[in-house]
């Protein structure tokens, strides 16, 4: 089971799908900005797919306040 920080101050954590913009895979945690949250799996993988360059799809958790006060999202796993 994955642990993760929680941030009583965000009104929704949960694992979500989304699409992640990040030139490292062996990141744990994105800014909100880097982080497209989407409906499902299959969407995830073809706006990554979509996307060229450095779009990932991915499960994340979040958000949740950073120790330097920034929205963050953690990962859960890629979907490659």
């Not at 642990?3 to 992640?20: K, N, R």
Request: charged share 20%; glycine share 6%.
């Amino acid at each position: 089971m994955t642990h993760f920080p929680v941030d009583s101050d965000s009104a929704i954590q949960e694992e979500i799908f989304a699409v992640v913009q990040s030139p490292r895979s062996n990141r744990k945690r994105f800014p909100e900005g880097c982080v497209t949250p989407v409906a499902s799996e299959d969407q995830a993988r073809s706006q990554a797919l979509g996307q060229p360059g450095k779009s990932k799809a991915a499960v994340v958790y979040g958000p949740s306040y950073s120790s330097e006060g920034m929205r963050v999202f953690h990962l859960v796993r890629w979907l490659d």
